[in-house]
Each structure stands twice: as C-alpha cells, then as structure tokens.
C-alpha cells in the first residue's frame, strides 16, 4: 500500500510540482490502517465463515491468516476492537485530507472500504463468487484507488497518467493475492469459497497468473510511451525475470508447498518494481 501512495504523491511532484509532506504523511498514515482493516476485516470474516478453520485442517494446505483468532492468541472482541479502530483512524484521516484537498477524497475512501469489508462480508462476499470480482477489487484497491487517490490529495484534480501509473503495481499486487489462492485451494473449495483457483483448477489458474504478469509489465512499458514514467523506468522490466523462472518449476498439478516459492517471487518483483518505479520518478523529480 506504502508504494503506490508514494506513486501517486510523486506523480503530482514530476508532472505538476506539487508536494505538501503533511498531506503526504496523512495519506500514509490513512492508508496503511486501511490496509490493515482490510487484512484483519478478511481475518475476522474469513473466521466467521470458517474458511481459515479450514485451511489449518486441510491436510498439505497452507494457512495464510494472521493465527490471531484461530490459535487463540486474541479474543474475538478485541481482534474487532483493533479492527474497527483502525477503521477509525483511516475515517479521521480521509476527514483530514478531504477538508484540505476537496471532498472527492472520500469517494475514494469509501470505495476502498466498501471494497475491504465486503471482499468477505456478508450478504454480498463477492471474494467467494469465482468469477474475478476479487482480482478487480485487488486492483481497484491497491493500484488505482491509492494511486489516483494520493495524486488527487496533492493537486486536487486528476490526471491520466495517475491511471496509468497504478497499474503495474495494481496488477503486480493483483498476481500476489491471486498466487496467494494456490496454497490453499483445496481448503477454499471444502469450506465453499470460490476463488478463480477453485473454479478453474490449477491449469488455468496458471495460465492466467502468467497473463497478469506479462500485463503488469506490458502497463509498464505503455506508462513510459505515454510519458507517465522516463524512459529509464524500463530498467524495471527485469524484475520479471526470477518470477517468470519460477513457473518454468511448476507442473500442472503441485503440491501447496511448491507455491510457496511462487508466493515469494510475486512479492519480490512487486517491491523491486514498485521500487525502481519510485526511484525514477524521484531522478526525475530532481533534475
């Protein structure tokens, strides 16, 4: 969540010369509790709907949940406590940045809220329904909304190029919660979450990991065309290159255990990428 704020904050600087630290710092700071509501509210509700239980009795799947709840080490009041409080403070934050930069900044507080609560949450759950509702609210979440959200915080208008900047990191952070599905989802289809994985199967389900991976890096290439990132942004495409060597390891059907490497590539390209993203907008920025 912290480089995509960073994208879109930079934006603004390089494109328009707009950067106030203070706004800047409360974005971060409201952001990364979103981030948080968003992982312990998926806790709680994954919880209640008895996907994580699960995944901890589901011979050869990996439990990915925090363990706060279902080991005990916190009591489901104050799990919801630290949940809702952290709610709390991204609301006063989006409160904050919305008197200073205009009242769109709590659209896109909301959005992302809406988004967090019911990736999960009943009635709507719309993570469960298998049909890639949850890859675009990942995208949404992690790419545009922070990303166009941050840019708007500085200016107070918009800009394409914030678009077009949030996609790479988007789709990259999109590859790591859909790999994530692989280390458990023979968990998710006993427990009734259906996750693309379940509905596809671990073929297909490939298939399209390697497709969002060659669209991150193609939304790279196209955001340096257009003038979103220098030139030198390309430096960046390499990145790919250990996880793209992964899959080469990876058969039509594997074990949970064999994706965890997987897991760990799609991490490492999205900080390095996201890193050298920012770092080039700040060469940029200075000279």
């Known amino acids: 969540m912290l480089i995509p704020v960073a994208l879109g904050a930079l934006g603004a600087f390089v494109w328009n010369g707009l950067f106030d630290p203070f706004l800047f710092l409360v974005t971060i700071i409201g952001a990364g509790a979103a981030h948080l ?22 011979e050869g799947a990996i439990a990915t ?9 916190w009591s489901i009041r104050t799990f919801a406590a630290v949940t809702w409080g952290l709610f709390a403070l991204a ?18 507080g ?8 019911f990736y999960v949450a009943p009635p709507v759950q719309f993570g469960y329904k298998g049909k890639g509702y949850s890859e675009v609210a990942i995208l949404l979440s992690f790419g545009v909304l922070p990303v166009m959200g941050a840019y708007f915080v500085q200016t107070s208008f918009l800009d394409y190029r914030a678009l077009l900047l949030s996609l790479p990191i988007g789709l990259l952070t999109t ?21 693309l994985v ?29 003038d979103a990132l220098p030139i030198y942004a390309l430096l960046a495409l390499p990145t790919a290159i250990p996880l793209y060597l992964v899959y080469g390891r ?15 590539a799609s991490l490492q390209a999205t900080i390095r990428c996201g890193g050298i993203m920012i770092i080039c907008l700040i060469v940029q920025g200075l000279v």
């Open 175 to 195: 590859l790591i919660l859909f790999n994530h599905h692989f280390l458990h989802w023979q968990a998710d289809r006993q427990a009734g979450k259906r996750t």
């Open 91 to 108: 609301a006063v934050c989006g409160l904050i940045l919305s008197f200073f930069s205009g009242w769109p900044v709590l659209v896109f």
């Open 198 to 226: 379940v509905v596809w199967g671990e073929r297909r389900a490939l298939l399209f990991s390697r497709v969002l991976l060659a669209l991150a890096y193609f939304s790279l290439v196209v955001s340096v065309i257009a």
């Open 250 to 264: 990876l058969s039509t059907h594997n074990a949970s255990t064999a994706y965890v490497p997987l897991m760990g």
């Open 37 to 58: 509501f968003s992982n312990m509210i998926n806790d709680l509700w994954d919880y209640y709907n008895g996907t994580d239980s699960a995944a901890q009795n589901t």
């Open 110 to 117: 909301v959005a992302g809220a809406l988004i967090a609560y």
């Open 65 to 73: 949940n925090s363990g706060y709840l279902t080991k005990g080490t």
